[in-house]
Every structure is written in structure tokens, then in C-alpha cells.
């Protein structure tokens, strides 16, 4: 190969690599800072495309988007020394890119370590001086305001970081104490349950008791006036059966006679021993 072509292509590749070199992108998603021995040189670089000197300059990105902290689970005592398990987090973006870079190297972790130290100092001023009814229920939402005032104060002269809000995900009670809360609470609605239930055993007593009594009440009267009405009809039925065998005497006679005939003979079995004569027999021996 001749050696002009070599060459050549040798300045061709060292062209192409400072070219590379010399351009950087920033996207619209991102912030950047350019940098020169090492040194911020501009500290607003604009989202598109640039040149910077080879070998000198660097270009450092980072998100410049809203970004979400997830604190891990600590432990705050309260004005009552009572211990909480508390799980916040922490919503930031990058305000200043140079103060940013300067005080955190340009790593996103070292941002939210810091952060969340000052965070979880703040939490811990705030819930030592509060009871555990406000911090969960009575003052959170303003407990929640100020402290991320305070550090958002903090944060953006300090680290170039905007706090743009701070949250409590969950309180919880350490495992012992949760188990002696749920055992105290398991006691006492048993405790409500027994009454309830001897109330509703009285109560249903008392019920059976009164629907006992309205019973016996009830069948005494049905039977009283059962044999009133039955005494009534039955003083009616003799009433009529006199006023009828009255208009006739030997004809209520005949009849009696027949009813007794009906009644001895009235099985097969049955034998009587009487005088043909007898009085018994008095309608049966008449002939007319």
C-alpha cells in the first residue's frame, strides 16, 4: 500500500476522532455542566447539540427530571418516648446544575444520601416534639409543610437541590409494641363481645318469659271462653230438646226408651237378665 494512503488515512481517523471529541449532546430531559481542567466552565448548557475542545473540555449530564426518593423505614421517638417506625420519601429536581455538581460530585446517590440524612433529622426534631395522636392524625399535613420548607431551604443553598415535597407513607409501631396494641385491642373486643352477648342473652330471657306468659293467658282465655260458649249451647240444646219433648210426653218417652235399647244392645256381647214383664221392655211389648 503506499505510503501517502496510509497516511492519509491515519489523519482521516485522527480528524474523525477529535471531531467526536470536540461535540456533545444534551438532551431536553437533561441538565449539564462544561467542564475544563477539570474546572466548571459553563454551568447552563442548553439542551441540543455542542462543541467543546478535545482533551480539555468535558461535558457532565445529569436528570433533569423530577426525582423520587424512597427513604428507607427509621426509627423516631415522640414527646411521649414512644418509639415509630416511620416511611417517608422525598420528591426533588436539580435547581442550580453548578452548586449541584460541586457539592455532590455529580452522583445521584450522594444527593439523596444527603438528603435524606438532613430529611430524616428534620422528622426526628419534628416528632420529638409532638405527641403520636398528632403526628399521625392531628398535625401531619402541617408537620409535612413545614418540613419541607425547612429543607428545601437548606437543600437548594446547599446541594442546588429544589425539595419540592416530602411525605409519610406509613407509621407503624415496633413489632412488640404492635403485638401488645393487638392484644390489648383483641381483649377488649372480646371483652365488649361477652357483654354483648349476656345483654342479648337477658334481653332474650326476658322475651321467652313474656311470650311464656302470653301463651298461658292466651290458652286460659281460649279455654274459658270455649266452655262458656259449650255451656251456652248446651243449656240451648237442652232448652230446645225440653220445649220440643214438652209439646208430646210419651213421645220424649218413646224416645229415652230407644236410646237405652241402643245403648244395651249396642255390642254383641252384652247380656241382660230381666223379667219379660219389666219396665224395660214396656214399648216392645206394646202391640199398637
Known amino acids: 500500500m503506499n505510503s501517502k494512503i496510509v497516511v492519509a488515512l491515519g489523519i482521516g481517523v485522527l480528524l474523525l476522532l477529535l471531531a467526536s471529541g470536540s461535540l456533545y449532546v444534551v438532551n431536553e430531559t437533561q441538565r449539564g455542566v462544561l467542564l475544563e481542567f477539570k474546572k466548571v466552565k459553563n454551568a447552563d448548557l442548553q439542551p441540543g447539540l455542542g462543541f467543546k475542545w478535545p482533551f480539555i473540555s468535558e461535558v457532565v449530564v445529569f436528570d433533569g427530571r423530577v426525582q423520587i426518593l424512597d427513604s428507607p423505614s427509621e426509627e423516631f421517638l415522640t414527646l411521649e418516648k414512644k418509639r415509630l417506625i416511620v416511611d417517608s420519601y422525598i420528591i426533588w429536581i ?76 406509613q407509621i407503624n409501631l415496633p413489632t412488640a409494641a404492635s403485638e401488645a396494641v393487638y392484644a390489648r385491642m383483641r381483649a377488649e373486643r372480646d371483652r365488649e363481645a361477652q357483654e354483648y352477648r349476656s345483654t342479648g342473652k337477658e334481653l332474650a330471657e326476658g322475651i321467652r318469659a313474656d311470650a311464656d306468659r302470653q301463651e298461658r293467658i292466651i290458652r286460659a282465655e281460649a279455654y274459658r271462653d270455649a266452655e262458656k260458649i259449650r255451656g251456652e ?53 206394646k202391640t199398637r
Open 94 to 169: 436539580i435547581s442550580d446544575v453548578q452548586k449541584y455538581f460541586t457539592s455532590t460530585g455529580g452522583l445521584t446517590r450522594s444527593a439523596e444520601q444527603l438528603l435524606g440524612d438532613r430529611v430524616n433529622n428534620g422528622l426526628r426534631d419534628k416528632f420529638g416534639r409532638r405527641t403520636v395522636h398528632e403526628v399521625i392524625s392531628g398535625e401531619r399535613e402541617q408537620l409535612m409543610v413545614e418540613l419541607t420548607k425547612e429543607v428545601n431551604e437548606s437543600a437548594v443553598s446547599a446541594y442546588g437541590v429544589e425539595v419540592v415535597d416530602i411525605r409519610v407513607k
Open 233 to 285: 249451647g248446651d243449656a240451648l240444646a237442652t232448652a230446645t230438646y225440653a220445649a220440643a219433648f214438652n209439646k208430646d210426653a210419651e213421645f220424649y218417652k218413646f224416645h229415652r226408651s230407644l236410646e237405652a235399647y241402643r245403648s244395651a244392645f249396642d255390642s254383641k256381647d252384652d247380656v241382660l237378665v230381666l223379667k219379660p214383664d219389666s219396665e224395660f221392655f214396656k214399648y216392645l211389648n
